[in-house]
């Protein structure tokens, strides 16, 4: 099945430096690269994500890169808040989940803590 | 109506007790999903029901049950948990037709004493 590796475990940077998180997928089929931000005792929300045939995507101040030959895919925040200060989790997923729906692997996540 | 509605929001239950978390949705999703959490951990996937039918179940033990009454809701049936099983439980639903985005609940923190 897929594994998808994630770093950082923890990054605190200051108000207004840019975040980089990476994270590493095994199965070559994956074809779906969502990331969730995750605040204490919230839901997962989603923030971006990324298809296969997509090598970048920018949302203001988020954007993703997929390196698909490498199997590695990175979140990249600029300009940092102290309201981005949360859990971040990269995924996986493979199209055509035998019966439908969607299954996600998750990555490790990363606590991102913006200091001020 | 973009969102996940789950109830209820926290839930104490002893390892004899019988209970049911419930989860709805309007967005005219057709696949469903129970993942379950713990602290400072991803969510592990339990269950994924698409077209009413169970498509994905990853082992999860018989002491929980899920049920999908029709295309909007989705409940999760909980009998003689264990200690351990104290977790987050969250609801996400999505279209069915393969790596669409995944929308979640706000969950239901269970404990079980």
């Known amino acids: 099945g897929e594994n998808v590796e994630q770093h950082p475990s923890t990054l605190s940077v200051q108000e207004g430096d840019s975040a980089v998180i990476k994270c590493t997928y095994s199965?070559?089929?994956?074809?779906?690269f969502p990331w969730y931000k995750q605040e204490l005792g919230k839901r997962p929300q989603l923030i971006i994500d990324i298809r296969s045939n997509v090598g970048e995507k920018k949302d203001q101040r988020i954007a993703v890169t997929l390196n698909k030959t490498a199997k590695h895919f990175s979140l990249h925040i600029t300009e940092t808040q102290p309201e981005d200060s949360a859990v971040y989790f990269c995924a996986a997923s493979i199209k055509g989940v035998t019966g439908g729906g969607n299954k996600l692997t998750f990555g490790t996540g990363t606590q991102l803590k913006v200091e001020l | 109506d973009t969102e996940v509605t789950q109830t209820p929001k926290h839930l104490v239950m002893g390892m004899t007790n019988k209970k049911s978390l419930k989860c709805e949705q309007h967005m005219g999703h057709r696949a469903m999903y129970w993942y379950k959490q713990k602290a400072k951990k991803p969510p592990e996937l339990m269950f994924v029901y698409s077209y009413e039918k169970l498509s994905i179940n990853e082992s999860v033990p018989s002491r929980f049950s899920p049920e999908c009454p029709n295309s909007s809701l989705l409940n999760l049936h909980l009998h003689a948990l264990q200690p351990e099983d104290s977790a987050l439980y969250l609801c996400a639903s999505s279209h069915s037709q393969g790596n669409e985005k995944l929308f979640f609940g706000s969950g239901t923190q269970l404990s079980v004493l």
């Open positions: 199965d070559s089929a994956s074809n779906y």
